[in-house]
């Protein structure tokens, strides 16, 4: 029998070599993204190439309004998005969004007989949010062998996080060794309605210097 995963897919670089991992691994791949009225809506015409690109079984794309969440500049788009390195948990933090996109993860895969969930968090080369902890992952994954009948009946689930301890130009070559297409991904906390990303913001930052290290062309089209 094939096996089956949820691959939490965002559109940026990160979940693009996370669907890849699983696809190598013989996962039957079932792809989520979220429309969290996110500023930067492209990802998920991005999640929509990249799951066509990797042939999934399905993509769903779920919609949940966080825009009230007032104290994220993700989801706030009067506050500005950082152009210099922060200290601490930066404004992009939006809370509980791994905890809201994992627990939608975790109800489809116990709806198609799936125990697999995939999440491409990182704790090397990432933004500092706490919920890209391996701690945190921990903790949910036993949560939700709490709170599913499978798990109680003895299906437990498995939270993989392929990326967590992975540079992010150890991320990239893992991806292009596996075909990755990251042209497809966009990593931008303010990409432009036309795909541009604008080189900036923490995130394009991590992006642009994980090519650079590992001695690849950035394919990202910036402004």
């Known amino acids: 029998m ?14 693009a070599t996370t669907l890849a991992i699983a696809k190598k691994e013989n996962y039957d791949c079932y792809a989520l ?14 999640a929509k190439n990249i799951a066509k690109y990797f042939s999934v079984k399905d993509l769903k794309e779920v919609e949940i309004d966080l825009s009230w969440l007032n104290n994220s500049a ?14 601490g948990i930066p404004v992009t933090y939006v809370p509980a969004r791994n905890t809201i996109m994992m627990s939608l993860a975790m109800a489809w895969a116990e709806s198609i007989d799936c125990t697999d969930i995939f999440i491409g968090v990182n704790a090397v080369d ?9 701690v945190y992952i921990n903790s949910f994954q036993k949560m939700a062998n709490l709170a599913t009948k499978k ?9 993989h996080t392929p990326l967590i301890n ?8 893992t991806g292009v060794g596996l075909g990755v ?8 906390y303010q990409v432009s309605s036309e795909g541009l990303a604008c080189g900036k913001c923490d995130s394009c930052r991590l ?6 290290k590992a001695g690849l062309i950035d394919p990202t089209r910036y402004l």
């Open 2 to 15: 094939s096996k089956k995963a949820i691959i939490l897919l965002s559109g940026g670089l990160d979940s």
């Open 166 to 173: 992975l540079s992010k130009e150890e991320i990239i070559q």
């Open 33 to 46: 993204s979220v429309n969290y009225h996110q500023r930067h809506n492209y990802e998920l015409i991005a």
């Open 207 to 212: 992006r642009k210097a994980g090519f650079e």
């Open 74 to 87: 993700l989801t706030n788009k009067s506050l500005n998005i950082p152009e210099t390195i922060s200290t």
């Open 181 to 188: 297409d990251y042209s497809l991904t966009i990593s931008c």
């Open 126 to 134: 990432y933004s500092g949010y706490p919920d890209c902890r391996q």
């Open 151 to 159: 798990a109680v009946e003895g299906d437990l689930v498995k939270i």
